[in-house]
């Protein structure tokens, strides 16, 4: 399956994946409206240090330790993408016990959010398509 | 090949899912006696909440026993296995013929004597979605509500009704609340979270001496007058269909890290039986969801004929009252590494080179990245340890663990 992909060397830092997340899945089309004068909340995070910067999004895990500790059934696995029913999860964060990434948190709304690959936004994954420097790739491996 | 499982909750699924990830074919038929689609268990306090409803509640999509060819027995109990013509005795008096067992049949609610319990007229335990919803049914605005246990279930219990009626309080035997997850300084935080923000009352350190339908008289004497009583002490597991036929039981049932009791193809999964801890390198009971899917889809792969070990297993927690979440892994043993910041705590235990375990209150972001150094036993010498003490991040691992999960250049 395509996933995202992140080289580490070439990432800026930018935060602009970050942007494009929000934007995507705010389900706004004026990304004006959509961001400005907000607190992002997106599904991919950079990670800063002295020398490297990374993002990081949900790893899609063939084996996803999430979906099987998850209380209600609201994570599922199909076709190796991993995705989250709203609807059914109680926000009770035994994903965010589970997942060795630190990539399903809190959605504004109460229940929990990560990358589901812009699956729901009916494109192909927005913080990919934004980056600047190529650092962020989408793709088989 | 004939697949029964005993159960029809988280372990049941997991078997369920095990054995489908390996055989499309075979026959499986799961006996509950509890009436219902498959439900998450833990979701019964959410329910009372508000958070969730029935529909929502259930553990896998209506189609779902249907799309794995599942037949089901429900409202019906097991009693008893013959393990020499590999059938079990269904309390209708009925037979079902297997090929593998699985018994996955969690634990009940302990009830200690109490002198006068059946006089008390509404009294409830807290473990099931009939309990949850005669709870419901019992309780309203005028209702003063004691609970007897400061335990998670206990707890949970609490914060689902407690917005509901005009009181609650809870009595424990323990010093503290929530012992089996928090240090002394964790209990006392959230103690004061639950005191101040829902005018909760805890009793600590006593317990019934004696109760009368509307009244309860506590060992130190006081006495703590109630329209509702609920009894969350305690649960034990149900071992006895197994520990009848000869099989190994020590508190709960015995199972290798394949899932095998001891007595040939008979597996056991879930609250049920005894796990290997291997952070304190002790058996125990592990009575958590996630431990139930795992030893559930363990047992299921090797019942379908293809090996699957479930070896790591640990106590791993998350509760949360409101928006106050708690964390918790591993065990509270070695070097400590303490941060307290008001209402946020969060404590490392390191020992032998490795994270034991993990304490985090208020803050729990990204806290399985914790959750993973405590259950792969990674050792510290391979991560930045002066970065992850202050955050959970990524960054303080190997630049080669972070190529090979993320990415790196190709
Ligand atoms: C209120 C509450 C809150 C919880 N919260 C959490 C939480 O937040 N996180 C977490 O990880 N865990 C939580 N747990 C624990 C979690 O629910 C259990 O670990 C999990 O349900 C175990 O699954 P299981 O399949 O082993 O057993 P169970 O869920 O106990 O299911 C066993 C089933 O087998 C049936 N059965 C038993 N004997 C027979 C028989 N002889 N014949 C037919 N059927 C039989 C029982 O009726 C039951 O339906 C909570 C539990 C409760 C009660
Ligand atoms: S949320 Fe975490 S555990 Fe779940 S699939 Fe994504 S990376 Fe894996
Ligand atoms: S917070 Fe939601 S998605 Fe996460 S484990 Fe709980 S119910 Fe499942």
């Known amino acids: 399956m395509k996933k995202v992909w992140v080289n580490e060397e070439w990432c800026l830092g930018c935060h602009l994946c970050e942007y494009n997340c929000a934007y995507a899945n705010s389900g706004i089309d004026d990304m004006v409206k959509a961001l400005k004068g907000k607190t992002i909340n997106p599904r991919i995070r950079i990670e800063e240090g002295d020398s490297i910067n990374f993002a990081v999004q949900c790893r899609h895990c063939d084996d996803p330790i999430c979906v099987k500790s998850c209380i209600s059934g609201a994570l599922s696995k199909t076709d190796g993408l991993i995705t989250i029913d709203q609807s059914k999860c109680v926000g009770c964060y035994t994903c965010v016990m589970a997942c060795p990434y630190g990539c399903i948190m809190p959605s504004e709304e109460g229940p929990m959010q990560k990358c589901e690959l812009c699956t729901k936004n009916g494109c192909e994954p927005a913080c990919v398509k934004g980056c600047p420097n190529n650092a962020i790739v989408y793709e088989e491996r | ?410």
């Open chain 2, 1 to 410: 090949m004939n697949y029964v499982i005993i159960g029809n909750s988280t372990a049941a699924v997991g078997c369920i899912e095990g054995i489908r990830a390996v055989d499309t074919k075979g026959k499986i038929v799961v006996i509950s006696d509890e009436p219902h689609h498959t439900y998450g268990r833990p979701l019964i306090s959410y329910m009372l909440l508000g958070k969730t409803d029935e529909e929502h509640m259930k553990y896998r999509p209506d189609d779902f026993y249907e799309k794995n060819k599942v037949d089901t027995i429900l409202n019906t109990k097991v009693v008893s296995i013959d393990k020499d013509k590999k059938s079990v005795k269904l309390d209708n008096g009925k037979s079902v013929k297997y090929d593998k067992l699985l018994v996955a049949t969690g634990s009940r609610p302990f009830v200690p004597p109490m002198e006068g319990l059946d006089k008390v007229e509404k009294s409830f335990n807290f473990m099931t979605l009939n309990d949850a919803k005669a709870l419901e049914k019992a309780i309203d605005s005028n209702s003063n509500v004691l609970v007897i246990g400061a335990g998670l279930i206990g707890l949970k219990c609490v914060e689902g009704i407690v917005d509901k009626v005009k009181s609650v309080q809870v009595v424990d035997l323990a010093n503290r609340i929530l012992p089996s997850i928090l240090d002394e300084k964790g209990s006392a935080l959230v103690q004061k979270y639950l005191e101040d923000k829902k005018n909760i009352q805890f009793t600590l350190n006593d317990s019934v001496a004696e109760f009368t339908e509307n009244t309860a008289t506590l060992k130190s004497g006081k006495k703590i007058d109630f329209d509702v009583l609920v009894v969350a002490v305690g649960v034990r597991p149900n071992t006895e269909l197994v520990s009848e036929i000869g099989g190994e039981v020590r508190k709960g049932i015995v199972v290798n890290t394949k899932s095998e009791t001891s007595i040939p193809d008979i597996y056991a999964a879930g609250d049920c039986t005894v796990s290997h801890n291997i952070a304190t390198d002790e058996d125990q009971i592990i009575a958590i969801l996630p431990n139930a899917y795992l030893q559930g889809e363990a047992a299921g792969m090797n019942m379908a004929g293809e090996e699957k070990v479930f070896d790591n297993s640990v106590p791993m927690n998350a509760i949360g009252f409101f928006d106050y979440h708690i964390i918790t892994a591993g065990a509270y043993t070695g070097d400590k590494y303490v941060v307290e910041n008001g209402q946020e705590y969060k404590c490392l235990f390191t020992k032998d080179g490795y994270l034991n375990g993990f304490i985090m209150i208020g803050n729990v972001s990204k806290a399985g990245i914790y959750t993973a150094l405590v259950r792969n036993k990674t050792p510290l010498s391979e991560v930045d340890f002066d970065l992850i003490k202050d955050s959970p991040q990524l960054m303080a691992m190997a630049k080669s663990y972070r190529d090979e999960k993320l990415g790196g250049a190709l």
